[in-house]
Structure formats: structure tokens, C-alpha cells
Nanobody, 124 residues
Framework: VQLQASGGGLVQAGGSLRVSCAAS????????MGWFRQAPGKEREFVAA????????DYADSVKGRFNISRDNAKNTAYLQMKSLKPEDTAVYYC??????????????????WGRGTQVTVSS
């Protein structure tokens, strides 16, 4: 599976942005999808995940209520809609695919495939 994240950019605090993750190769519906982010000088952290069917989601406390993860299996694409963005949301956002069990969605080492990341910058 090849993953390509896109849609990052520069946005003012309080604004919105949607990043996408297009999967090619094996059908993405065999994987649950996750978003992680990494800010300069910090470790990569879990942001959100969505199950294979899209029925289950999980969010980091820092983004709960502001971010929404979704997927369109017909398009092999996952999305992360971000609202009420804060400067501390500034990071490179990575999408990833996981063949394992959803209860381990927050564990980055469990993911099988990673995209190259897209930069999200939130100005104050």
C-alpha cells in the first residue's frame, strides 16, 4: 500500500483545514487508518484513527471535538477535517495504515504503511 497525504498548508488560528490520504496498491479497506503528527523537536504523536468500516473512531484528547476523521473506501481515501486550529497544532501530519487490531490504534509502531507527511502550519 502506498499512501500519499495532501492538503496541508498555512492557516490562521481558529481556521479550518482538511488533509487527505490517498491509498494505492492493495485496497485500503483491509486496513484501519490513522493520523499522526510530529512537531519540530517533538516525538510523533497519535492524532486520530478510524476503523476499516468507518464505524469506529478514536481521537487524542488534544484534538477531540475539533478534528474529525473519516474515510471513503470507494475512493481509497481517508480524511482529517481540522477545525478551530491552534498554533500548537502546527506539525507534519502523517497518515498510516494498519492491518492489526483497532484497539492498538494509538501505537505508531503497529502501523504497516506510512505516507510522507504534509505540513500544517497554524499562525497566531
Amino acid at each position: 500500500v502506498q499512501l500519499q497525504a495532501s492538503g496541508g498548508g498555512l492557516v490562521q488560528a481558529g481556521g479550518s483545514l482538511r488533509v487527505s490520504c490517498a491509498a494505492s496498491g492493495r485496497t485500503s479497506r483491509n486496513y484501519f487508518m490513522g493520523w499522526f503528527r510530529q512537531a519540530p523537536g517533538k516525538e510523533r504523536e497519535f492524532v486520530a484513527a478510524i476503523s476499516r468500516s468507518g464505524d469506529s473512531t478514536d481521537y487524542a484528547d488534544s484534538v477531540k471535538g475539533r478534528f474529525n476523521i473519516s474515510r471513503d473506501n470507494a475512493k481509497n481515501t481517508a480524511y482529517l477535517q481540522m477545525k478551530s486550529l491552534k498554533p500548537e497544532d502546527t506539525a507534519v501530519y502523517y497518515c498510516a495504515a494498519n492491518r492489526g487490531v483497532f484497539w492498538r490504534a494509538r501505537v505508531s509502531s503497529g502501523y504497516d504503511y506510512w505516507g510522507r507527511g504534509t505540513q500544517v502550519t497554524v499562525s497566531s
